[in-house]
């Protein structure tokens, strides 16, 4: 098999799912034989119907089931590690492949150069007020996506590159960043290509999405940390030389997103004050309480989430002075 695509799903409804294996049935001037699509159920009871998969007789499916509801990277562990496909790739199930020539020219990389890995741009696609808007995203700005790479298993397995059990939340940021680090080790054999592959579909006029977005939020606050540590000291054990560099620019987004106006819930308002204190914890425990203010205007200028604009409500010197007051 050349290539796995890897394919988390929950509780998606059967619409998602065909319009992601439709993506796929499309692809022209490449054997589908060479390809697999592997649905890896995250335990619900939301199985995705027999009936869909008699519709696509053509393509190799294959599901797998986890033993407990442990998140997507979990499940997307779960796919690796039951693959045996030179290749793997992942997509989220309410997402799809773009165009109908991605397969042809990925194969044809493949044959080609063999790399370690292929990064590839998308499209994000946003509805608003009922009508469609695209941007694309180079490869160049996905290090935290998992969009559009295409990675030599084998480079996983030899490098030990995983997601981590322990992180639900921003799973694919924990993967990118170790992911990143093995190539720059390791010397891999990369190639860019200047090609779109990937749908990536957001509709910000769904009320489902809307309170999902609540859900999310309120959820961040209790993940908020955790992954820049964990992944810290992943990087530590693998003595990094960008590990200092990697945490100071986590906490910087996690004081961002704490002190912006992304969170305009007052229910959050309690876990916040016990989130700052973390914060500044963990600051001061890796010496970061002198950061300059142009660093910070930096990473907030780079931030966009969900089409929002961040603004600061409190500057960074604000933070670590009234902090250190309530530490006094």
Not at 158 to 180: A, C, Q, V
Not at 219 to 226: C, F, P, R, S
């Amino acid at each position: 098999m050349l290539l796995d695509i890897i394919v988390p799903q929950f509780n998606e409804g059967e619409n998602y799912i065909r319009r992601l294996l439709d993506s796929v049935k499309c692809q022209k001037y490449v054997n589908l034989n060479d390809i697999r699509i592997v649905f890896v159920n995250g335990h619900s009871n939301n199985l995705p119907s027999k009936n869909i998969f008699d519709d696509y007789k053509e393509l190799n499916i294959k599901v797998l089931i986890d033993e407990e509801n442990r998140g997507p990277g979990y499940s997307r562990q779960h796919g690796i590690d039951d693959s045996d496909a030179k290749y793997i790739t992942f997509i989220d199930c309410d997402d799809e492949l773009y165009g109908e020539n991605s397969l042809y020219y990925i194969s044809s990389c493949i044959n080609e150069a063999n790399p370690d890995i292929i990064f590839t741009a998308s499209y994000r696609e946003k509805t608003i007020d009922g009508k469609f808007q695209y941007k694309k995203i180079t490869n160049s700005d996905m290090r935290a996506s998992l969009h559009g790479k295409f990675i030599k298993r084998e480079f996983l397995i030899n490098r030990n590159i995983r997601f981590h059990e322990k992180i639900w939340d921003y799973e694919d940021s924990y993967f990118n960043t170790i992911l990143y680090n093995e190539i720059i080790e390791s010397k891999a054999n990369e190639i860019h290509l200047d090609l779109v592959t990937y749908l990536w579909k957001e509709n910000n006029d769904s009320v489902t999405l809307r309170k999902r977005k609540y859900d999310y939020y309120v959820d961040t606050y209790d993940k908020l940390l955790e992954t820049p540590i964990l992944t810290y000291q992943e990087l530590e054990k693998r003595n990094s030389s960008f590990k200092d560099e990697y945490i100071k620019n986590g906490l910087v987004i996690c004081f961002i997103v704490l002190e912006s106006n992304l969170f305009d819930y007052k229910e959050l308002n309690e876990k916040k004050l016990s989130y700052e204190k973390q914060l500044f914890s963990y600051l001061s425990e890796y010496n970061l309480l002198n950061i300059d203010s142009k660093y910070i205007e930096n990473e907030l200028n780079n931030m966009i989430v969900s089409g929002k604009k961040l603004k600061l409500l409190k500057s960074f010197d604000e933070f670590i002075i009234e902090n250190k007051n309530k530490n006094v």
